[in-house]
């Protein structure tokens, strides 16, 4: 998890020179803030399944592509204003007031697209998923770093969301609900980690993972992390011999309500 990890394909010299400039950055910043370089931990009984994960490469590009058509507006206007702002001032006649702001208009215009695409990188680089056979952990963050745990006993709902310019790039989000996340407002438009909801970002396999929770959903017997009883069968359930105990007591109520 680092800048030197980053593929050669890149576009653009603006693009390389930030990418060089992030690669340095990155140690000092992990230096500075104490970022963890090693995913997050999860209490797990030696039976059970850890996968720690990230999201895919392909996110990275789509959230670059994003940054892209972002800073070539912002730029695009910022070239603009300052070409006419130069010629009014030629027609002036100080031309050397324009000419002493070039610099001054090229700083504006270069040095935010590079913080903004060194901002890209961080919120990859910094992004961690852990699940167990329980639980799952989601870390995001630099300056302040934000934890999400769910324990899959109070999921709702687990579905697959992907937009078309997801699709081009091949992932998609997972969105896990759980209780008390469906009343009112769209979730969709949201952050990624609000209470009761966590989003597993631009993942290609949000299908494979979302069939690799739900029978969890059915297994976990408790809301707590690592508590249960070791000796307890797991994906406990009810048992014919418990319903038929259920039908004979709702038998009886009938009777005596009769």
């Known amino acids: 998890m680092n800048g030197s990890n980053l593929p050669p394909e890149t576009a653009g010299r603006t693009e390389r020179a930030a990418q060089w400039l992030y690669t340095g950055l990155w140690r000092v910043l992990v230096d500075w ?35 892209w058509i972002v800073c070539l ?27 002493l702001l070039l610099p001054i208009a090229l700083a504006i215009i270069i040095v935010p697209d590079i913080f903004a695409f060194i901002a890209v990188h961080l919120r990859y680089d910094t992004t961690w998923y852990v699940m167990t056979d329980r639980s799952l952990r989601i870390r995001r963050g630099i300056w302040t770093i934000h934890e999400t745990t769910i324990t899959f006993e109070n999921v709702q709902n687990i579905k697959v969301q992907q937009g078309p310019v997801q699709r081009a790039f091949g992932i998609s989000n997972l969105i896990i609900e759980t209780a008390g996340a469906g009343g009112g407002g769209d979730s969709s438009k949201q952050g990624p980690n609000v209470a009761n909801r966590g989003i597993i970002e631009g993942i290609a396999d949000a299908d494979r993972l979302r069939d690799l929770i739900l029978p969890r959903l059915r297994q976990s017997r408790t809301a707590g992390l690592g508590d249960e009883d070791e000796e307890a069968p797991r994906g406990a359930a009810w048992t014919p011999d418990h319903l038929a105990v259920l039908r004979e007591i709702r038998a009886e109520l009938a009777t005596m309500s009769g």
């Open 33 to 67: 803030f104490r970022v963890p370089q090693q995913p997050p931990t999860l209490p797990v009984r030696t039976a059970d399944h850890l996968e720690s994960f990230k999201p895919a490469f392909a996110f990275l590009r789509y959230l670059k592509l994003w940054f």
């Open 73 to 99: 507006l912002i730029d695009i206007g910022l070239t603009v204003g300052y070409l006419a702002a130069a010629i009014a001032l030629f027609v002036a006649g100080f031309w050397w007031i324009a000419l």
